[in-house]
């Protein structure tokens, strides 16, 4: 692969390993790389562009269809732990939805971008779920998403009903003309393990180092 436009950071995948030159930490865990290596080795995404959500570190990371690291951000994401949805939780109002409940689900999800009730634009990564990934949501100022957003840790990131929240400009600038009108997600586990969830991908050992290009960036009702 020839380097890309100028002011591009190469993101160097070795043993398993992140490491960031010329550009800021991606935040990129050894989870994260392992799904997007077998991802592209595999072509799963079917050659479009893939967001990989690595809840246990609360960040998003957009790809290309090509596999070029578009860029990461961090996410606020559902209150409880856990990696399945209740069933028909996409049918109950808030009000109804149990703390326990609020959960963001792993896994493969072919996600579509829409509109919520309120008119928003959305990606819906899982639709029967009311699951969207979409701009962050300031109306409860108690919940202080934006400063959780902005904090070092991830422990904080969990304040949602099961939505995936990013920062505004990282949805406009980054992840709307990225991905068109369809992506696939790819939701890793924080409670299971990820051969549990994603049973097709190799062992870490098994996968071979690689490069990839950053170019940094300039319905139901969602469960917020």
Known sequence: MSPGP??????????GHAHATGGDDLGLSPTAVRLVQWTLASAD????????????????????????LRGSAPALLGAARGDHSVPGIGERPLALVR???????????????????????????DYDAAVSLHRVRTTLPAQ??????????????????????????????????TIGVRAVV??????????QVFPSVPSAASLSPTSWWLQPSPGPQPRG
């Open 6 to 15: 100028r002011g591009l950071a190469i993101l160097l995948l070795v043993s």
């Open 45 to 68: 995404h079917g050659g479009r562009p893939f967001l990989v959500v690595d809840k246990r570190n609360a960040r998003v990371h957009v790809l290309r269809s090509d596999g070029t």
């Open 99 to 125: 703390p326990h409940e609020r959960t963001t689900p792993a896994g493969r999800f072919e996600a579509e971008m829409g509109r919520n009730l309120g008119g928003e634009d959305v990606l819906w990564v």
């Open 144 to 177: 202080r998403r934006l400063q959780r957003l902005a904090s070092a840790t991830s422990t904080d990131n969990r304040v949602s009903f099961g939505c995936i929240n990013v920062p505004t400009d990282f949805f406009d600038r980054v992840l709307l003309p």
């Open 186 to 195: 790819y939701v890793l586990p924080d409670t299971l393990p990820l051969e």
